[in-house]
């Protein structure tokens, strides 16, 4: 049995703007989705009051990208992960970062299944 190869990156970013905005968020996630080459499966979101921050994930076919805001700080922690030979997750990053009005300012990329073991 050959496993799906896939790649978790999770990223700081130091952002901007829109960091509140349940909209935008949804928005940069299915962008991100698009540009990393990965299917959408549905859009979940919580915002947590006004002048707060949002929770989001889009599920993947592929797996998922997560996003933790804090407007208060400025700052969003993302989550990209994805499986299979076209996924892109350094562009969906791109596009949230993009999005925000952000730049990383940590990224680290973690091999998993079968990128871990070679397969």
């Keep these: ?21 349940a909209g935008l968020i949804e928005a940069a996630l ?9 299917r959408v499966l549905g859009v979940n979101l919580h915002h947590f009051g006004p ?13 998922h990208i997560s996003i933790h805001t ?10 990209v992960f994805v499986c299979g030979a076209q996924a892109d997750p350094d562009a969906a ?3 949230i970062a993009a999005a925000l009005g952000g730049r990383v300012v940590f990224r680290q990329a ?4 079968g990128a871990r073991r070679g397969i």
């Design 1 to 21: 049995m050959t496993l799906a190869s896939g790649i978790h990156l999770i990223a700081d970013l130091a952002c901007t703007r829109g960091l509140g905005d």
């Design 30 to 38: 299915r962008a991100a989705a698009e540009a990393a080459h990965v």
């Design 51 to 63: 002048e707060m921050g949002v929770t989001g994930v889009a599920l993947l076919a592929e797996s």
């Design 70 to 79: 804090w407007p208060e700080e400025g700052v969003a922690a993302v989550d």
């Design 93 to 95: 990053l791109a596009v």
């Design 110 to 113: 973690v091999a998993r299944l």
